[in-house]
């Protein structure tokens, strides 16, 4: 069989596809059996409702960029159809692509600087955002007719996207709402859809292995910014009426939130069936408790949403998961959405793939490959690395010792992009960095590091997590997918590419960091106390790994403070102390200097050694 038999064999065994292809259907059957004009508005709002959420989800989902502001584009999109349409006669079908563009250009626009902001932040700008397009409307009624709104007369005609008999309407929906999902389940399985993993779970880690997070959250922004802004055009025709309180309402933006987040924040699937569910939910609150309890439906969605956290954190999706299991965790599809894999308990012992052969073969070389001259980094009042210059050849292991707070990680941060210097620079390969090179420039430039704290991307599989890294190097996936898993065995962690990476061991989560920088192929790797924090049997493990990675000429710098370690490893040591280098050398040579015992080794070690 071939390889593409064998592919095709395994998409129509795949139960997800029978699933997807059955709600399909049933979505194109169901219109032609409602006839009740309630119903089909019920229809409608669904699949709507679904359209939007699943829109905001990718902004809000997969990127991890919680917008509450999202109301001004679904505006934009309904103020710009229906006026051009009104004053120019021009068809809501083209009105409708005139003002999604625009709304990019807003959301571009506006994410420039508001995607700089983190956490609770940003969504506190883009609630701001919101209100402010809400007062531009009321404010300019010579234009919008202000609070008093604008009507649609009635016109029919599929030009004038006008229609007597609601079947139409619920059918137009349905094809957005398929537009969303297909549009989300491209990304999801995409290049794209990792990285929007990535920058969610941890941005600096992102960012290290060559993802230019802005970039990738103006993506995520004009995406999700598009549909929202179709969903405002959809909303002022199938209403006839628009106005400042409606379409540029905070509750707009809640009620896309709150069905993602219900339904399951990130996944692909889990947007619509929130909306599916709330939707006629919400009706029915309605009528039954009349105008009199208006507002309590509310009071109840809220209730709903607190329930939701506190049993079903990953929402609604997850409970069809544990009842149906991995039928259904099939069906979500999301990037996002983590395959939580074997718990069994983990070995740390050296798996296989690893090579036989560890002693270092030849030595290194004597050009240089990486030049650290004069660099100095002051925080406000306290200067944490003053005038340090070190080179380090290629092949060679080089160690940068000190005592805690000496500066070793800001100097790491300096050199990977993370912090730029006040004064000095970094050559690599000869040639200077720049002092506004991002990090992801560094990776571009075969810079690979990992962290003092280990980030692993959690929501993703041990292999995703690695792939993330190989995508540097290898855009296509299934090209990323075979470098992950050449460095997925090399590091010992071939048994578990699908478990994840939430439910490593600190070792195993050292490993699988070590093996995300060597899937963007560096040159040189920054290590910052990959052995912080291990058992001695664990530290020799990764002894013999760093070993390996050397042989496969990689040029290694290392922050390290377990002293056997750094003595098997190291060609040279570096120290630093209160920011200055006090020391540059061989490691017999280091270790007996005076001023290293006296700021970092101790008389004790000295006695010892």
């Known amino acids: 069989m071939t390889s593409s038999s064998r592919q095709d064999a395994v998409v129509l065994k795949n139960p997800r596809v029978y699933l997807t292809v059955l709600l399909i259907v049933a979505g ?31 902004l809000g989902g997969f990127c991890g960029q919680i917008s509450l502001g999202h109301t001004a584009f679904f505006g934009i999109g309904a103020y710009s159809s229906t006026l051009l349409f009104l004053n120019y006669g021009l068809s809501p079908w083209i009105g409708m692509f005139v003002g999604a563009i625009g709304a990019v250009v807003v959301g571009i626009f506006i994410g420039l600087p508001c995607f700089r902001l983190k956490s609770h932040f940003f969504a506190l700008a883009t609630v701001a955002i919101g209100s402010v397009f809400h007062i531009l409307s009321v404010y300019f009624r010579d234009i919008t007719q202000g609070s008093v709104g604008l009507i649609i007369p009635f016109s029919e005609g599929l030009g004038n996207f006008m229609f007597r008999d609601k079947t139409c309407y619920v059918y137009i929906s349905l094809f957005f709402l398929l537009a969303v999902y297909a549009t989300s389940r491209a990304i999801s399985r995409s290049r794209i859809g990792y990285y929007f993993a990535a920058l969610r779970d941890n941005q600096e880690a992102a960012e290290a292995l060559g993802i230019n997070t802005l970039k990738y959250k103006l993506i995520a922004m004009g995406v999700s910014v598009f549909f929202t802004s179709v969903a405002g055009t959809f909303y002022a025709q199938y209403l006839l009426f628009i106005d400042p309180d409606s379409v540029f309402s905070f509750s707009v933006s809640i009620n896309m939130a709150l069905f993602s987040i219900i339904g399951g924040l990130g996944t692909v699937g889990g947007p619509i069936l929130g909306a599916f569910v709330l939707t006629p939910v919400d009706v029915l609150l309605r009528g039954w408790l009349g105008p009199q309890f208006a507002g309590l439906n509310l009071l109840i969605y809220g209730v709903v949403l607190i329930v939701a956290v506190i049993y079903l954190p990953k929402g609604l999706i997850e409970g069809l ?77 080089l160690s940068l010792l000190g005592p805690n707070g ?106 699988l960091e070590l093996a995300r920088a060597l899937a963007t192929e560096p040159k040189l790797l920054l290590l910052d106390e990959v052995m912080a924090g291990l058992t001695p049997k664990e530290t020799d493990e990764i002894i013999d790994l760093v070993k390996a990675i050397s042989q496969k000429k990689v040029t290694l710098l290392i922050i390290e403070h377990v002293m056997r370690a750094v003595m098997s490893l190291s060609d040279r040591i570096v120290v630093i102390n209160y920011g200055e280098k006090i020391a540059d050398g061989l490691p017999g040579e280091v270790t007996s200097d005076r001023r290293v015992i006296e700021a970092y080794l101790g008389e004790d070690y000295a006695a010892e050694t």
């Not at 004009?37 to 959420?53: E, I, R, S, T």
């Not at 050009?367 to 210059?389: H, I, Y």
């Not at 990776?443 to 190989?470: D, H, W, Y």
Request: aromatic share 10%; charged share 20%.
């Open 321 to 397: 998961q544990k009842g149906y299991g991995r039928f259904f965790a099939k069906w979500t599809g999301g990037a996002a959405a983590s395959r939580e894999g074997a718990t069994r308990g983990f070995s740390s012992s050296l798996r296989s793939g690893m090579p036989v052969e560890l002693q270092r073969a030849g030595g290194h070389s004597t050009k240089r490959l990486l030049e650290v001259v004069g660099l100095s980094r002051c925080f406000g009042g306290l200067t944490a690395v003053n005038d340090v210059s070190f080179h380090v050849h290629e092949n060679e292991i």
């Open 406 to 511: 000496a500066g070793k990680t800001t100097v790491f941060n300096l050199i990977s992009g993370f912090l730029r210097p006040d004064r000095g620079k970094v050559k690599i390969a000869g040639k200077s960095a720049g002092r506004r090179k991002k990090p992801f420039h560094y990776c571009a430039m075969r810079i690979g590091r990992t962290f003092q704290v280990v980030k692993p991307f959690v929501s993703l599989t041990v292999l995703e997590n690695i792939m993330v890294g190989a995508f540097a190097r290898y855009p296509r996936r299934r090209d990323a997918e075979r470098k992950a898993l050449e460095v997925l065995h090399f590091v010992g962690l071939g048994n578990y590419r699908d478990v994840s990476a939430a439910n490593l061991t600190i070792a195993d989560r050292k490993r």
């Open 28 to 58: 194109f059957v169901l219109p032609l059996l409602v006839k009740n004009p309630f119903l089909q508005d019920v229809l409608v709002m669904m699949f709507f409702h679904a359209a939007m959420a699943g829109a905001w989800n990718i």
